[in-house]
DNA sequence: CTATAATCGGATAAAAATGTCCTCTAAAGA
DNA sequence: TCTTTAGAGGACATTTTTATCCGATTATAG
């Protein structure tokens, strides 16, 4: 994978946070993460950061929990990783050849620079709303093949008859 | 970026090798990493994971040293990377969201699928020997550049006369 | 005001990655 | 054979990342 645990993490609990609470309304850590393999007391620790980072808002308290800071259209990858992880450091020559960059590229740099490229556009315009659908599409598939296996269980059971 | 700093060292440390030693000669560690700002010893430990994924041969005793175990156009960046993490793991999903693969894909993984498919290109077909020739003009212009910067010492010194 | 409910933030632990050192072993040359 | 020289490999140290826990803080509801 190309990210951290870190940063997929919050990758991850932003697109639940956005698939699950309805437009500037809180949602609770405990809800977020029921269901998810996401690990709630680190994720705590990440959704701090975001907070910290204008991503997120939080209220402490009853009836608190966390929200998307604006519009789940308008938060893109890139955010999240550049708050987590710092600025984007795709620059750098890919296979670690140092003093290596655009004013003073060398043969790889220039061979890769259009891979680096791509991936940069694709995390700056790829969306917490994007990945919030990728996530129900995703959902939505897990219910038919999981019935599937109940249907063919069922058959099976007949069958045996 | 997007490597391990131990597989960053490997990449780097074949580069050299190949940059430094004619064909079918080894080199010696001290030598190899002599200029550069590989760590000795831990490129120690890391040639030997090298070695045992049949990338490098090495000789015990005087005039031993480290040698390619293959042409340098013969090995890929791809093959040194799966010599230390193992299997590339490119094809998970980009953005964490599990039980995504070809076979299942979710919108996310055909957006990035093309980018994810650049990335192995590039990994499959840059070779040792490609790298190698990159460090060299890399060095080169290193040269350059000091003899411009010394240059320009000297006219300043002139200057003040 | 009090009890409850939520995040915040510090402390700490566990695990993984990175780095260092020292002895063992194998090979070559005197 | 003996000495020197190289990597092999084990032990250990350090740093970073990941994970967990708990009291403090803040807000709400009654």
């Known amino acids: 994978m190309i990210f951290t645990t ?4 919050a990758i991850r609990g932003l697109a639940e946070l956005a698939g699950r609470s309805s437009d500037s309304k809180s949602i609770m850590l405990d809800d977020l993460v029921a269901g998810t393999t996401l690990p709630r007391d680190f994720l705590a620790k990440v959704f701090q950061r975001l907070v ?10 009853r009836g608190g929990g966390f929200m ?22 795709l620059d750098r020559c890919a296979v670690g050849l140092d003093k290596c960059n655009d004013h003073q ?21 790829t969306t917490v709303a994007d ?12 219910k038919i093949i999981e019935n599937n296996a109940a249907e063919k269980e069922k058959q099976h059971a007949n069958g045996k008859h």
Do not use: F, M, N
């Open 52 to 61: 910290k980072a204008g991503l997120l808002k939080s209220a402490k308290g």
């Open 131 to 142: 990945l919030a659908s990728s996530l129900k599409t995703k959902q939505a598939w897990q």
């Open 68 to 89: 998307l800071a604006r519009p789940a259209h308008e938060i893109t990858i890139k955010d999240i990783v550049e708050s987590i992880d710092g600025p984007i450091h």
């Open 6 to 9: 870190t940063t997929e993490y």
């Open 105 to 125: 590229p060398c043969p790889q740099h220039d061979l890769y620079q259009p891979i680096r490229q791509r991936l940069k556009d694709y995390l700056a315009t």
